[in-house]
């Protein structure tokens, strides 16, 4: 077979050569494991070890299986299945149900959310589409992990698992009722396609003996994202046999949650005895600047996998940037990629990845200001999710019946989302509950952003119903090419020239609701998914402050620290002592009581006008003393020193300092504003 291999790596060569007994293919990413294993097949069928219909090779996604099928019929063994694990274990099903029960299979429903409504009422309930979502995806978690209504509570509470704020008792009553309604429906859902299988091999022997006649060469590709459902039906097929290949990278497991077990993997050798173990380090994606940072994201990490070796010639150097705030962000990516456009980049090939949908709509918006075109992949753009069209058409209500009248923008926009489930807090949980929430806290970022606009009068509802309809407008239009904008899960299995890795601070990689060692290693390795998407060039960034005018004080993810220059890593933070105040200024304790009631070393310099603070505190002693009141009441020195600090030179912007609200501002704004200028 020299020219079926000939254009193999020797760690490919050996993966297509070891074509008898178990093998475990540890593939980094960019190695060419599909290449790999579909010469592996064509090479077993070219040499007679397999017949084309006894090969089952397994994947996980219908565009992988579809790849695949057309790799190997270009190697000549077109006669191979290739299928998703549903996929193959529903043919089966529609095959033998009906000859061992004797009835029609149960309908394969499109999506659980019906049958769930119907369960949450029998429970009393109160849902919407969200809930219900997070309900369905936590169903289907505990489906794949074998877990039952019955033991639902202790095994998620034991895990951390939890749907916005509901008790594990009530998951798992709604859990039992969904079952119950679907068994009354006679219908089945995607689990039930492989639980019904799985029973069906263990229960008939007939049906099990004709299964693994027909089958008896197994591949299973993407091996780290199996779950004990799929191990479970995968061991039934082999019947006991070991003629099993698997490829996969525990370092790219990111579907833990989902119930993918990358210890299938890790274990594999020990489940099966005599096991051929191959890695496949040759990255023929990535330069080696791309490649030296990913795999010193996770050297010496739970996470470490196998060290990725570039076969591409030098590229530009991995870029690491800060900026003061989202807006500055998605600005300067937006900047850099018009920039790419005009030297000859196609847009198709450069990418914007974060943790999640919400991010998208800065981007958005700075890419629609520049007139470049995007695609979003995985979610709806931003101004299409449910969510938001219903908070912007209940805000152009408000605006048309006046009342918002009296009240500000930020506050109608609170009160508006407030009415629609939105609290200041997010919710604890990851899912649809969180991501509808992280939707409308963008808006509330937008609303406070055109709150603050300098110049002319207090804005009103009816311009920012009106902003938002102007930024609708420019991010409708549907492209067929364009910079593609992507979650880190939705960017799996892709690439691009040029990719954006944006928004890496931390509380958002790792994500706040990742609390467990276990939950910010998988955060890890999402950040390793992402920094291996490019091939040519990769821009790290992080925004100091949510907002423009916001405080800085974001730090950058705690991932990049080995790979950050010195200078570009955050301070270390003072120790504190016990009962000690600290500086502001260099974070060490305070010594003196004068220290301590400037709240900075005699030596550090002051961050503001200390001459206009001395005669803002002079104006507030007599004040103070005109009304009879405690001079704190007027102001506290921190909002005088924030005064100073900013110098506000407007009513709109004394509104900014923290500590003057509407009330102080109609009562003391104009001698504030004399004592600045």
């Given amino acids: 077979m020299p020219d079926l291999l000939a254009a193999l790596d020797p760690e490919q060569r050996l993966v297509a050569e070891a074509l008898r007994g178990p093998v475990r293919v540890l593939a980094g990413a960019g190695t060419g494991k599909t290449r790999a294993i579909t010469h592996r097949i064509a090479h077993g069928v070219a040499t007679g070890v397999y017949a084309p219909s006894e090969v089952l090779a397994v994947t996980f996604t219908t565009r992988a299986a579809g790849e695949m099928r057309g790799r190997l019929r270009a190697l000549g063994a077109g006669g191979v299945q290739a299928r998703t694990f549903h996929s193959a274990a529903l043919r089966q099903l529609r095959y033998f149900w009906p000859h061992v029960h004797g009835t029609e299979l149960p309908q394969l429903i499109e999506s659980k959310l019906g049958l769930l ?62 079952e119950e309604v679907k068994r009354e429906q006679g219908r089945m859902d995607m689990e039930d396609v492989l639980l019904l299988t799985a029973g069906m091999l263990a229960d008939d022997e007939r049906v099990a003996a004709q299964v693994r006649r027909q089958y008896k060469w197994f591949v299973v590709d993407e091996f780290q994202d199996v779950s004990p459902l799929q191990s479970a039906l995968l061991d039934l097929w082999l019947g006991g046999r070991d003629e099993l290949c698997v490829v996969g990278d525990p370092s790219q497991t990111i579907y833990s949650f989902a119930g993918a077990n990358a210890d299938f993997l890790r274990d594999f050798p020990a489940k099966f005895p005599g096991t051929t173990s191959i890695e496949l380090v040759r990255n023929y994606r990535s330069t080696p600047q791309v490649v030296e940072a990913a795999n010193t994201l ?10 990725l070796r ?37 847009l198709g090939e450069i990418a914007v990845l974060f943790r999640i949908n919400a991010q998208s709509e800065g981007f958005e918006d700075a890419l629609a200001a520049r007139g470049i075109p995007y695609v979003i992949r995985g979610a709806a753009r931003f101004f ?23 009240s500000g923008v930020l506050e109608t926009v609170r009160a508006t989302l407030a009415g629609m489930g939105w609290t200041p807090e997010a919710p604890a949980a990851r899912g649809q509950t969180r991501d509808r929430w992280e939707s409308w806290q963008a808006l509330i970022s937008q609303a406070l952003e055109f709150s603050q606009r300098e110049g002319g009068a ?60 276990a939950q910010v290693e998988e955060e890890r ?65 305070l010594q003196t009581a004068a220290d301590k009631a400037r709240r900075r070393c005699a030596g550090c310099p002051a961050p503001y006008d200390e001459e206009l603070f001395e005669r803002l505190r002079q104006w507030r002693t007599e004040r103070a003393r005109e009304e009879e009141i405690a001079a704190f009441m007027v102001f506290s020195n921190a909002t005088l020193e924030e005064i100073a600090t900013r110098r506000p030179q407007s009513t709109r912007e004394l509104l900014k300092v923290s500590g003057v609200g509407k009330e102080k501002l109609q009562k003391y704004g104009e001698d504030l504003l004399g004592l600045v200028s």
């Avoid at 996770?298 to 060290?307: D, F, I, K, R, W």
């Avoid at 690491?320 to 705030?325: F, G, L």
């Avoid at 938001?388 to 009296?406: H, I, P, W």
């Avoid at 920012?464 to 409708?476: G, I, K, S, Y």
């Fill in 458 to 517: 207090e804005p009103t509802l009816d311009e920012f119903v009106a902003d938002l309809d102007r930024r609708a407008a420019e991010q409708h239009a549907p492209v067929a090419d364009g910079v593609t904008l992507a979650t880190y899960h939705a960017a799996k299995g892709l690439e691009w020239d040029t990719v954006f890795l944006c928004g890496l601070q931390d509380g958002t990689l790792p994500i706040t609701y990742a609390e467990t060692p």
């Fill in 310 to 346: 570039s076969q591409q010639p030098a590229g530009p150097a991995v870029t690491y940037d800060a900026h003061p705030d989202e807006v500055a962000e998605a600005e300067a990516v937006a900047a850099r990629i018009l920039r790419l456009r005009d030297s000859g980049r196609e």
């Fill in 298 to 307: 996770l050297e010496g990490t739970a996470s470490q996998g196998v060290a």
């Fill in 525 to 589: 390795r999402l950040l390793y998914v992402g920094m291996t998407r490019a091939r040519v060039d990769l821009a790290l960034s992080w925004a100091l402050a949510r907002q423009p005018g916001g405080r800085g004080s974001r730090k950058p993810s705690r991932f990049l620290t080995p790979l950050l220059p010195h200078d570009a890593l955050p301070a270390p933070k003072a120790p504190k002592v016990k009962g000690a105040r600290m500086c502001l200024e260099c974070g060490k304790p």
């Fill in 117 to 178: 409504a119907s369960a949450t009422r029998r429970q009393r309930l109160n849902t919407d589409q969200a809930l219900l979502r997070d309900l369905a995806s936590e169903i289907e978690w505990a489906k794949v992990s074998n877990v039952a209504p019955a033991t639902y509570p202790d095994v998620a509470a034991a895990r951390s698992r939890s749907v916005a704020g509901h008790s594990h008792e009530v998951v798992a009553r709604v859990f039992d009722a969904y």
């Fill in 384 to 406: 299409e999710r449910p969510e938001v069209r219903e908070a912007v058409t209940r805000l152009r209500g408000a605006a048309r019946s006046g009342e918002a009248d009296g």
